[in-house]
């Protein structure tokens, strides 16, 4: 079937640099993404969405990239603090109600 | 904070016995989702339902089942734990909309069967 996935399990950066977590989508009909932020012993929790008639969409201190071309997903998360530090996931889901599919996560680890 | 709950938050129970998962959300949301997950890894969905009276399977096998008897409770029932029955399950909520939405998590129940 179609799956979500991360290139990166494991992505370690110091405090108050810039991250950048990627994500891959197969299935090009896939009009709705979304990351969300798992930290230790909680659900995941939301952080930004993005719809496929949109490239960019900026949060705050975070931005998603959308490459439709080469079905690529990112996550930039700007002036990366210690609170920063989860599993991080991406998910997809093509037309208005359908399941969301979500990829393997990536750890972010914040250096201080 | 979470407007979705889950209990318990861990439970350790031995083969065989009979176990129910609660969950409640007070968002009035129409649609809740039961994923299970294992550490680190990404979520699978075992059951979903659309509102009071309405289930389905997800698209991980479960031998669980569920039902939705009010709008804002979504139980999840083992008949017969075993270990392979072991992860963490989370449950979930959104509302009903013509447009994708983001899913609401509650902090799920670590379920370890011995």
């Known amino acids: 079937g179609e799956s979500v996935g991360l290139h990166l399990p494991t992505l370690s950066v110091q405090e108050g640099d810039n991250s950048i977590i990627n994500c891959a989508y197969s299935n090009s009909a896939s009009d709705y993404f979304i990351w969300y932020k798992q930290e230790s012993g909680k659900g995941p929790q939301f952080i930004i969405d993005?719809?496929?008639?949109?490239d960019k969409r900026q949060g705050q201190r975070v931005t998603v990239l959308l490459n439709k071309t080469v079905k690529h997903l990112s996550l930039q998360i700007a002036a990366t603090q210690p609170g920063d530090s989860a599993v991080y996931f991406c998910a997809e889901s093509y037309n208005a109600g359908n399941m969301l599919t979500f990829g393997g996560g990536t750890r972010l680890m914040v250096k201080p | 904070e979470a407007d979705i709950y889950q209990t318990p938050r861990y439970l350790v129970i031995g083969t065989g016995k009979k176990i129910t998962l609660e969950c409640s959300q007070t968002m009035g949301h129409d649609k809740m989702y039961w994923y299970q997950q294992d550490p680190g890894m990404e979520l699978h969905l075992i059951h979903y339902?659309?509102?009071?009276?309405?289930?389905e399977k997800g698209d991980l096998s479960s031998e669980s089942t569920v039902s939705r008897i009010r709008t804002e409770h979504f139980p999840l029932t083992l008949e017969s734990a075993r270990p392979s029955h072991t992860s963490q399950y989370l449950c979930?909520?959104?509302?009903?909309?013509?447009?994708?939405?983001?899913?609401?998590f509650g902090n799920g129940t670590r379920l370890t069967v011995t």
């Open positions: 339902s659309y509102g009071v009276n309405s289930t």
């Open positions: 993005i719809r496929s008639n949109m």
């Open positions: 979930a909520s959104s509302p009903r909309s013509s447009y994708n939405s983001p899913l609401h």
